[in-house]
């Protein structure tokens, strides 16, 4: 029986990086979180510990720092594009590079230099690029889009068994906290527009969707950016049912016609799928 090493990446997890752009007394805020992950001919380092094709994390670290300068952050997903490439076409030993990256917002309070933190959604990207002219691949996305409908949410027909308590409604409240990435078909898109689309797509997916059960709503959700965003041809979201339940007001003699919740976090339903154009090319199964 022989021992061989399988696939194998390293690289630097979580560099966190501010950007400040100044024009005169207006400011303007750019806060991301950037992972980069390496692959190629790194046999010996594992086998021999030989370190001569290892470019070490911490470069990896001011490297997001210095393009920060050079280049500014600008659209997240140019900014993987550009980091990527740059480490596969800077080292022979590198074939492969993986950017992912989060990016977080700010809202101006007033004047200049004042922000406040635009609540806890995140936008994200997810690159992979083998070199300037070789595969690529871009995946955005968002993450912590937390949405609900007061009404038009029903939930009944569903399977039933000797374990079974949860009683059929239709009318109950949906709430869920989006996790969704998109990919697209190529690289050549203005990101920021295209982001912008895809969310609003999402959310009135949600909101104009009466839904039967959050598969469906999720379903719905996948379809309207599809057909309205050209560039995007997959979908993939998670969305946990935050479940609201009716509390019993009837020992303090009071009705409850759908007014008061009492809102769970945990357990929580999960509900995961994807949506996809059936001609979307194939994802590299290597590339996640």
């Not at 982001?195 to 009135?204: I, Q, S």
């Not at 007014?259 to 996640?288: K, Q």
């Amino acid at each position: 029986m022989a021992i061989v090493l399988g696939p194998n990446r390293y690289g630097k997890a979580e560099t966190r990086v501010v950007r400040v752009t100044r024009h005169g007394d207006r400011h303007e805020i750019k806060d991301a979180n950037v992972s980069v992950l390496l692959s190629g001919e790194m046999a010996d380092v594992h086998l021999t510990g030989d370190n001569a094709a290892v470019l070490p994390t911490d470069t990896q670290k001011n490297t997001v720092f210095a393009f920060a300068k050079r280049y500014g952050i600008g659209e997240i997903e140019n900014f993987g594009l550009r980091l990527a490439r740059h480490f596969v076409d800077a080292r022979p030993a590198i074939g492969h590079a993986r950017v992912e990256i989060e990016e977080y917002s700010w809202n101006r309070i007033t004047g200049g230099h004042s922000f406040v933190r635009d609540g806890t959604e995140a936008r994200t990207a997810l690159v992979h690029s083998d070199g300037t002219g070789g595969r690529e691949s871009v995946v955005s996305g968002l993450r912590d889009l937390v949405v609900l409908n007061s009404t038009g949410s029903e939930f009944h027909g569903f399977a039933v068994d000797e374990f079974t308590t949860l009683e059929p409604t239709d009318d109950r409240i949906l709430a869920t906290a989006v996790t969704a990435t998109w990919r697209h078909r190529g690289v050549s898109v203005e990101w920021g527009d295209s982001y912008r689309a895809v969310r609003e797509h999402l959310l009135k997916g949600f909101a104009e969707t009466h839904s039967l059960s959050l598969q469906q709503t999720l379903y719905e959700m996948g379809r309207r950016v599809l057909r309205g965003r050209r560039e995007v041809c997959e979908v993939r979201m998670s969305m946990p049912n935050r479940h609201h339940f009716l509390v019993d007001l009837g020992p303090f003699g009071m009705s409850n016609d759908n007014e008061v919740y009492f809102a769970a976090d945990r357990p929580y339903g999960l509900i995961e799928g994807t949506v996809l154009d059936d001609d979307a090319p194939d994802a590299p199964a290597a590339w996640s």
